[in-house]
Structures are given as C-alpha cells and as structure tokens.
Nanobody, 115 residues
C-alpha cells in the first residue's frame, strides 16, 4: 500500500521558516522523482520544487533562493525547507512521487503565513 504522509505545516509569521517532511512507503522511493506542489484557495495547484532520483533539483521562480528540497533515500523521506516565508506562500502543500508509470499524492499539509 502506497503512502505519502506529509508533516511540518502550521502557522508562521512572515519572514519565518518551516520544514516540511514527506514520509513515503509502499514503492521504491529512490527510483522516483519527488516533488512538492501547493494549492492556494481559488488557485490551481502549482509545482514548488522537485528532486530527481539522482538529486537534481528544480524550483518555481517564486521560491528560488528561499526554499530547498532534499531527499534521504535511506529514510524514504523528502523535505522542503522553507525560509523567508511570505503571506503569498500560504497554501496546502502536497507531496508527489512520480515515475514513468505511476504517480502518487499525499493528503497535504496546511502552511499559513500570517502576522
């Protein structure tokens, strides 16, 4: 049974930091591209950051220099370190695992940036 379980969301003030985690199980984690997406109210889901099986990363322009995606294949976990958070980063953040044949989504974790 495939599971992607996100954690680490919450309420943070502008300029603050959060670290999201996504614990994966039920598939060969090291072979999958892992990504973080987010969806704000009334907006489409968008890609925030991705990391390939070999460690190559890519980021949305809006988060470059502030967010860092990483993965620990020994722990089957992908992380998203979010610094210098802005109110416009407020959204539900989703973990995504993709391969040539399959893709999986987590249930999402809420991130709210507000004073």
């Amino acid at each position: 049974q495939v599971q992607l379980v996100e954690s680490g969301g919450g309420l943070v003030q502008p300029g603050g930091s959060l670290r999201l985690s996504c614990a994966a199980s039920g598939f060969t984690f090291s072979s999958y591209v892992m990504s973080w997406y987010r969806q704000a109210p009334g907006k489409e889901r968008e890609l925030v950051a991705g990391i390939s099986s070999t460690g190559s990363t890519n980021y949305a322009d809006s988060v470059k220099g502030r967010f860092t995606i990483s993965r620990d294949n020994a722990k089957n976990t992908v992380y998203l370190q979010m610094n210098s958070l802005k109110p416009e980063d407020t959204a539900v953040y989703y973990c995504y695992a993709g391969s040539r044949w399959y893709n999986y989504w987590g249930q999402g974790t809420q991130v709210t940036v507000s004073s």
